[in-house]
């Protein structure tokens, strides 16, 4: 059903979101950021068929492609070292 895709859509993101602020990191909880960001982006073109968006050519959307990159060269956002 739309309304079960748009929850997959929906958790994916915030789950992205929330790991991504994490204070540390293993290999565990990068793989998971790049697994939830990899559901998002195979079940976004639901919010395109329920007119939600137009597209999905989003420069922050497409910054989080390179998120667990940059944790692993410069560390998490607040400073904090990956384990």
Do not use: C, M, W
């Amino acid at each position: 059903s739309f309304a079960s895709q748009v929850l997959v859509v929906a958790r994916a993101i915030l789950d992205f979101s929330y790991f991504a602020q994490l204070r540390t990191h293993t290999s565990d909880t990068l793989e998971y950021l790049e697994n939830t960001l990899a559901v998002f982006h195979a079940n976004k073109d639901i919010l395109h068929e329920l007119e939600v968006r137009e597209h999905f050519n989003i420069p922050k959307l497409h910054q989080l492609s390179h998120h667990v990159q940059s944790i692993l060269l410069y560390g998490t956002t607040d400073g904090s070292e990956n384990t």
